[in-house]
């Protein structure tokens, strides 16, 4: 069983930063990708990064252009997401994802999702 829980977002100034927490607490976390989305108000839900059981092989949508980074702390069953510069456009509420599998690409098909954080960019 998949609970995962997410953590960190708020209200920030355009060019602040936020660290985004997921934990999971329902299966074996270490063994599994994590990934983290967002969905913006009116758009679909759409990837921002994911990274492998061994915290060694990351993935990045191409709109992150090494703002966001993805970090995850097996003894701590929780995946972070370090998000810099932030801009308006990153207003989203921000989900994290299990995968299926110990890769990253495993996300895209999730097992599970968190309930999501509320990131919100003002200029």
């Known amino acids: 069983q998949v609970q995962l829980e997410e953590s960190g977002g708020g209200l920030v100034q355009a060019g602040g930063s936020l660290r985004l927490s997921c934990v999971d607490s329902g299966h074996a976390f270490s063994s599994y990708a994590m990934g983290w989305f967002r969905q913006a108000p009116g758009k679909e839900r759409e990837f921002v990064a994911a990274?492998?059981?061994?915290?060694?092989?990351?993935d990045y949508a191409d709109f992150v252009k090494g703002r966001f980074i993805i970090s995850r702390d097996n003894a701590k069953n929780t995946v972070y997401l370090q998000i810099n510069s932030l801009r308006p456009e990153d207003t989203a509420v921000y989900y994290c994802?299990?995968?299926?599998?110990?890769?990253?690409?495993?996300?895209?098909?999730?097992w599970g999702w968190g309930q999501g954080t509320q990131v919100s960019v003002y200029s």
């Open positions: 990274i492998a059981w061994s915290g060694g092989l990351t």
């Open positions: 994802a299990t995968g299926t599998t110990a890769q990253p690409a495993s996300v895209m098909n999730p």
